[in-house]
């Protein structure tokens, strides 16, 4: 069955960088495209990066372009997320999740970054 | 890229139905029939429940059913039952490959 899991989360200063990663299983990776999508605590989901099959497209939110930049490695099933000058306003879990028609079917169980001193 | 306009909570009774509603403008919910609605319980991923503002994945009750008219897309759940109560979120294509998502609804099943 369809898996990702994400990892690389963690305690991180303002202004620091951080790479997030999300192993997928169970389907045909190269075939989708994948996307970041993140929740602060006790918020709501907030689209966060769009990556197309390829790896060509990418697409970022406003919040965090410039700052992040997604990525993927077909050959090892992977997706990753580079994070660099994070802010307290990035706090959040960080979730990846396979793109279907505009909508995630399938969602890892998130990874939790903390910017803070 | 605002966000989409969801009540903060909505409650009902077993075995009621409840609506819950989500506004955006003609870019987004007005202008694409990409229109999803997810479910999320406390410390859990959000699960796909509607996409496409009407179709249900595979495994989705017949009793969440979506719609849409103008800016504004619904979710209404029949039949509540106590698993329903969670959080709800609406999503919609806003065009040049961006997504928003409302702010989300707190469901309280009385």
């Known amino acids: 069955q369809v898996q990702l899991a994400e990892s690389g989360g963690g305690l991180v200063k303002p202004g620091g960088s951080l790479r997030l990663s999300c192993a997928a299983s169970g389907f045909s990776f190269s075939d989708y495209y994948m996307a970041w999508i993140r929740q602060a605590p006790g918020k709501g989901l907030e689209w966060v990066s769009y990556?197309?099959?390829?790896?060509?497209?990418?697409f970022h939110a406003d919040s965090v372009k410039g700052r992040f930049t997604i990525s993927r490695d077909n050959a090892k099933n992977s997706l990753y997320l580079q994070m660099s000058s994070l802010r307290a306003e990035d706090t959040a879990t960080y979730y990846c999740?396979?793109?279907?028609?505009?909508?995630?079917?399938?969602w890892g169980q998130g990874t939790l970054v903390t910017v803070s001193s | 890229q605002s966000a989409l306009t969801q009540p903060r909570s909505v409650s009902g009774s077993l075995g009621q139905s409840v609506t819950i509603s989500c506004t955006g403008t003609?870019?987004?919910?007005?202008?694409?029939?990409?229109v999803s609605w997810y479910q999320q319980y406390p410390a859990k991923a959000p699960k796909l429940l509607i996409f496409e503002v009407t179709r249900r994945p595979s495994g989705v009750p017949d009793r969440f059913s979506g719609s849409k008219s103008g800016n504004t897309a619904s979710l209404t759940i029949s039949g509540l039952q106590g698993e329903d109560e969670a959080d709800y979120y609406c999503?919609?294509?806003?065009?040049?490959?961006?997504?928003?998502f409302g702010g989300g609804t707190e469901l309280t099943v009385l």
């Open positions: 003609s870019s987004d919910v007005g202008g694409h029939n990409f």
């Open positions: 999503s919609s294509y806003a065009g040049s490959y961006i997504v928003v």
């Open positions: 990556i197309s099959t390829s790896g060509s497209t990418k």
């Open positions: 999740a396979r793109v279907g028609g505009w909508s995630y079917a399938y």
